[in-house]
């Protein structure tokens, strides 16, 4: 009775799992249908591109390709650099002693610090847009990238803390007293036995915050002109008075997808371990 009781659980368990690998693979295939088409448009003439319906048999062509990188993107792409990583390092370093102030060796009402942080993220951009600005004209930081990088790393310095306030809170104290005890002071102690640990978390929240400075576009859609005009103010310039060129436009798309793509690839171990290492007790 209780073998036929095994069996018939077994069967139940393994047609669940068929059903959620199924609906898995449903949501998976719909996330990644928009970037395919995007990508498949891409290779297309203007005038295939704009059929409706599509064509999926057009020939494939350079042509989007060829002439967004006749537009000169590379300033706009080197500024995006240069404002995501710069802004992320600056996050790392400043929410890595706060995120250890706030777990390892708590500071008084740290519930409280916790909240302020995220108190900060829920004022709505466009309230902040407008004293920025004018901030920056009175100071004359319009179109410097600086001012990019300053804002970035306001914006994701209290998410930083947060996640890695969730992973240092795993470290084990035995640990740090072992490294108090063989005469390692602060600095020592989290440069060489506390970063070592939660290297996972660290390249986390360092990639999300790059996505986060990459995808930005309203501050610097605004704050920016032609000196410091990142790439998704780039991509903007596509959509003009003349009409929409959807194959230039797709083509662009991809190539400034492909940094965060490639991070994201690059990073995807550490990034899986990161956000369940805070997650499992």
Same mark, same amino acid.
């Given at each position: 009775?209780?073998? %036929? =009781?095994?069996? /018939? &659980?077994?069967? $139940? ?13 449903? =949501? ?22 704009? $059929? ?12 989007? +390709?060829?002439?967004?990188?006749? &537009? ?9 650099? &240069? ?5 992320? =390092? ?9 995120? +250890? ?9 740290? #519930? ?8 900060? @993220? ?14 920056? %004209? ?6 410097? !990238? ?5 804002l970035y790393t306001s914006m994701n310095l209290p998410i930083a803390v947060w996640m890695l306030r969730s992973f240092l809170s795993e470290v084990p104290v035995e640990i740090l007293e072992a490294a108090s005890v063989d005469g390692a002071n602060l600095p020592r102690t989290?440069?060489? *036995?506390?970063?070592? !640990? *939660?290297?996972?978390? !660290? ?18 859609? *605004?704050?920016?002109? #032609?000196?410091? %005009?990142?790439?998704? /103010?780039?991509? &903007?310039?596509? *959509? ?7 194959? @230039?436009?797709?083509?662009?798309? !991809? =190539? ?16 899986? %371990? ?5 997650? /499992? @007790?």
């Amino acid at each position: 009775m209780s073998g %036929q =009781v095994a069996i /018939v &659980t077994g069967k $139940k368990s393994r047609g669940g799992g068929f059903f959620l690998g199924g609906l898995a693979w449903i =949501v998976g295939i719909l996330f990644v249908l928009p970037v395919l088409w995007m990508l498949l448009t891409s290779f297309h003439s203007e005038e295939d591109a704009a $059929k409706n319906p599509p064509d999926l048999g057009a020939p494939l062509t350079l042509d989007g +390709y060829k002439s967004f990188f006749d &537009t000169g993107p590379w300033p706009s792409i080197a500024n995006s650099l &240069t404002a995501s990583i710069l802004s992320t =390092v600056l996050v790392i370093l400043l929410a890595f002693p706060a995120a +250890y102030a706030l777990s390892i060796r708590p500071v008084k009402k740290w #519930t409280d610090v916790l909240f302020f942080f995220l108190s900060t @993220k829920m004022l709505p951009v466009v309230a902040g847009l407008l004293p920025i600005y004018l901030f920056a %004209q009175s100071v004359g930081f319009l179109d410097n !990238i600086w001012l990019l990088i300053i804002l970035y790393t306001s914006m994701n310095l209290p998410i930083a803390v947060w996640m890695l306030r969730s992973f240092l809170s795993e470290v084990p104290v035995e640990i740090l007293e072992a490294a108090s005890v063989d005469g390692a002071n602060l600095p020592r102690t989290l440069r060489s *036995v506390v970063a070592p !640990i *939660v290297t996972p978390g !660290i390249a986390s929240a360092a990639l999300i915050c790059f996505i986060f400075s990459w995808n930005e576009l309203l501050f610097a859609r *605004v704050l920016t002109g #032609t000196v410091a %005009q990142t790439a998704p /103010v780039f991509l &903007t310039g596509f *959509v003009t008075s003349q009409g929409l060129f959807l194959a @230039k436009v797709c083509a662009a798309s !991809i =190539v400034v997808s492909l940094p965060v793509l490639i991070a994201g690839f690059a990073a995807q171990d550490k990034l899986v %371990q990161g956000l369940s290492l805070g997650a /499992v @007790k």
